[in-house]
Nanobody
Framework: QVQLVESGGGLVQPGGSLRLSCAASRSISSFNAMGWYRQTPGKEREWVATIPIGESTNYADTVKGRFTISRDNAKNTVYLQMNNLKPEDTAVYYC?????????WGQGTQVTVSS
């Protein structure tokens, strides 16, 4: 069973930055892709960014230019650097990993952007 553990969430003022981490219990090189999603109460989970194996990263238009997804294979960790945060970025952020047709999710980490 694969476990994904997110961390790094918290309360930040508008314009601030946070870096989320997603630590996997197995080599992330075994996944076809990893990504970040977010969800607010009453809304569907929303895709934020993806980092596939051997391909370029992809971002939702709402975060493009502000968020950066990266990976450290040696640490089995994927990161989401979030800059110039806005109140509308407030959500629970989830890490997702996919290996072939199997999908794994983390438990989520809360990000709150407020003054």
């Amino acid at each position: 069973q694969v476990q994904l553990v997110e961390s790094g969430g918290g309360l930040v003022q508008p314009g601030g930055s946070l870096r989320l981490s997603c630590a996997a219990s197995r080599s992330i090189s075994s996944f076809n892709a990893m990504g970040w999603y977010r969800q607010t109460p009453g809304k569907e989970r929303e895709w934020v960014a993806t980092i596939p194996i051997g391909e370029s990263t992809n971002y939702a238009d709402t975060v493009k230019g502000r968020f950066t997804i990266s990976r450290d294979n040696a640490k089995n960790t994927v990161y989401l650097q979030m800059n110039n945060l806005k109140p509308e970025d407030t959500a629970v952020y989830y890490c997702k990993a996919r290996r072939l047709t199997t999908v794994y999710w983390g438990q989520g980490t809360q990000v709150t952007v407020s003054s």
